[in-house]
C-alpha cells in the first residue's frame, strides 16, 4: 500500500508521520497520529530497525504511528519497525509493546491519540530538539521545518501524554480497549 519514500529520515518520526498522514492512498480512511511516551521520557519499544540487538528495545524519549482504519481493521504504520509498513493493530501491539506489568510503572508506555487532520494543522517543530549546541543529534531532513500558522514549536505538548492537549491519552490496556483490541 505505502513504501518507504523520500520522506522518511531517521530519527525524525514526527515529521514523518506528518507527511505519511497527508498520503493521497490514506484518503477518505480513517487516520489516527499515535505518540508515545511517558513522564521519564524513556520508552521501550521492540521490533525496531535501530535497535542493538534482534530481540532488544530501542529506548526512544518518544516515537510516533500512524494507525489507519481498512476495512474495519486498524493497521499501524511505524517507519522504524522491521515488522513492515501494514501490520495489523493487534500483531504490532504483541510485538512492539511488553505485556502488562512486565514494566516498572515509569517506564510503561503511555500514548497519546489524535486525529490525523488535527495533526496536520496543529503540529509545528522547529528542530531545536535535535540540536546539542551547534550540532545536529541527527541528520536533519532536506525538507523545511513544519510549522503551523502560528510558527510556535509544540512537539512536546503533543509528546506529554499527561497533560491536556489535542486527542486522548491512554495507558497500553486503556488503549487497547478504546481501539477494540
Not at 509545528?124 to 502560528?150: E, F, N, T, V, Y
Request: proline content about 8%; aromatic content about 14%; glycine content about 4%.
Amino acid at each position: 500500500m505505502v513504501t518507504l519514500g523520500s520522506k522518511y529520515v531517521p530519527y525524525f518520526c514526527e515529521e514523518n508521520i506528518w507527511h505519511l498522514c497527508q498520503d493521497p492512498v490514506f484518503e477518505g480512511l480513517e487516520r489516527r497520529v499515535v505518540f508515545i511516551s511517558n513522564a521519564e521520557r524513556q520508552c521501550p519499544v521492540w521490533c525496531q530497525r535501530s535497535a542493538a540487538a534482534p530481540g532488544e528495545p530501542v529506548v526512544w524519549d518518544y516515537h510516533v504511528i500512524l494507525f489507519v482504519q481498512v476495512d474495519e481493521q486498524w493497521r499501524v504504520y511505524d517507519l522504524d519497525t522491521v515488522l513492515g509498513l501494514d501490520v495489523p493493530m493487534v500483531e504490532y501491539l504483541q510485538q512492539s509493546f511488553a505485556p502488562r506489568g512486565l514494566l516498572p510503572l515509569p517506564w510503561a508506555q503511555r500514548f497519546r491519540v489524535i486525529e490525523a487532520d488535527t495533526y496536520v494543522q496543529h503540529f509545528s517543530s522547529d528542530r531545536s530538539h535535535m540540536r546539542q549546541g551547534p550540532q545536529w543529534k541527527a541528520q536533519p531532513p532536506a525538507w523545511p521545518c513544519i510549522l503551523a500558522d502560528d510558527a510556535q514549536h509544540n512537539l512536546f505538548d503533543f509528546v506529554d501524554t499527561h497533560a491536556p492537549f489535542y486527542g486522548s491519552c491512554f495507558d497500553l490496556p486503556g488503549l487497547c480497549s478504546w481501539f477494540g483490541v
